[in-house]
């Protein structure tokens, strides 16, 4: 088995694939309200292709894990088999989806009988009026309803990511963990980063991880001993409640942009048009479409793949001053 490692001694093992940029909502650090320029279908990656290349990459390049994201990955007409085919392969890669939930209500069965293992979902405030200001759309019903079928469907530990913005949704951390606890999820809030398709990303304006571990001072969170490994989530327990597996409940903090975890990365990123990406913001990406389409062997294909990662950056680099954000945005890379 040859491996997608780099210079720094890294060995990417996480696959994240996007299989849409489309998405039907429009929150507000991700989109604008009016959409963006979708890809062309033609210059989407089909089901099959999909298929090969993630076969190419847990059976030649030592994938371990595939994460189906977007755009929102529900609204990819194909997914069931793409899992259900992914679920085929030998080794058989841990499976896993990223989504704002509208669907599940209708998917979560499919998904976990196709052979999917978890899913993330998205969920940035439980307050309706809240909910339609975020995302532009009237859906946190449809979300909360997509929830209690993943969980029904065995689709767990269940993890929901949360974005805290300033002035809009920071002061509800603690309900949130409140939410999380009494259903047995696992909450992790997520720093927002510079990848918006507005490049209205502030620093200034980022609530920070310290932030967020001060605003559930309540819980009197403790320490974790479970070292984090490759996870990017620093996570404490949560004194006094277990969750749905009898674990004691934890909850999570990925200060992307604060508490960068660069050095322990282990992703690698396909887009829904097939560009291999070493990392989120990095501002150059690999081609695998064309090789696909002109012929080119699993081989060729794993060794440009290798070639791809063997660059990748020791960090994301958001504090210097050279940084420049990424010419695609967070839905159209995969998040
Ligand atoms: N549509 C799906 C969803 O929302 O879960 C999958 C794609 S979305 C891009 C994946 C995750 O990225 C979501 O949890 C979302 O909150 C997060 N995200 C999007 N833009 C972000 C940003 N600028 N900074 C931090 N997280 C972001
Ligand atoms: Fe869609 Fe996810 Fe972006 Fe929200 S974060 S607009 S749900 S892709």
């Given at each position: 088995m040859i491996e997608l490692a780099d210079r720094f001694g890294r060995v990417a093992t996480d696959l994240r694939v996007s299989l849409t940029d489309r998405c039907n909502l429009r929150c507000t650090y991700c989109m604008p309200e009016e959409g963006l320029g979708w890809l062309p279908r033609e210059e989407q990656l089909t089901d099959d292709e999909v298929g090969r290349l993630v076969r190419i990459g847990v059976t030649l390049l030592g994938v371990t894990q595939v994460r189906f994201t977007g755009g929102e990955p529900l609204l990819r007409r194909g997914l069931i088999?793409?899992?259900?085919?992914?679920?085929?392969?030998?080794?058989?890669?841990?499976?896993?989806?990223?989504?704002?939930?509208?669907?599940?209500?209708?998917?979560?069965?499919?998904?976990?009988e196709a052979g999917l293992d978890r899913i993330n979902v998205s969920l940035d405030t439980l307050d309706a009026k809240r909910f339609r200001a975020l995302t532009r759309r009237d859906r946190l019903s449809d979300v909360l309803r997509g929830l209690e079928a993943a969980a029904a469907a065995g689709l767990t530990p269940l993890k929901i990511n949360t974005v805290l913005m300033r002035g809009i949704n920071e002061d509800e951390a603690p309900e949130l963990l409140r939410f999380a606890l009494a259903h047995g999820y696992?909450?992790?809030?997520?720093?927002?980063?510079?990848?918006?398709?507005?490049?209205?990303?502030?620093?200034?304006?980022?609530?920070?991880?310290?932030?967020?571990?001060?605003?559930l001072e309540p819980f009197a969170l403790q320490?974790?001993?479970?070292?984090?490994?490759?996870?990017p989530a620093e996570?404490?327990?949560?004194?006094?409640?277990?969750?749905?597996?009898?674990?004691?409940?934890?909850?999570?903090?990925?200060?992307?942009v604060t508490r960068p975890f660069c050095g322990d990365c282990d992703r690698t990123r396909l887009t829904a048009d097939g560009q291999i990406r070493n990392c989120l913001f990095a501002t150059e990406e690999s081609d695998l479409r064309t090789l696909l389409r002109t012929g080119a062997s699993d081989d060729e294909i794993a060794t440009a793949w290798q070639i791809a990662m063997r660059g990748k950056r020791a960090g994301h680099g958001i504090d210097d001053p050279s940084f420049l954000q990424p010419a695609r945005p967070m839905s159209a890379i995969g998040g």
């Open positions: 088999g793409i899992v259900r085919d992914a679920a085929s392969l030998s080794p058989r890669p841990r499976l896993m989806v990223t989504t704002n939930g509208i669907g599940l209500e209708r998917l979560a069965g499919p998904l976990r696992q909450l992790r809030f997520i720093e927002q980063m510079p990848l918006d398709a507005q490049h209205q990303w502030d620093r200034h304006t980022m609530v920070t991880a310290d932030e967020i571990v001060a605003a320490p974790d001993p479970v070292s984090r490994g490759t996870a996570t404490w327990l949560v004194p006094g409640f277990v969750d749905a597996a009898g674990q004691p409940a934890r909850v999570g903090v990925i200060g992307s």
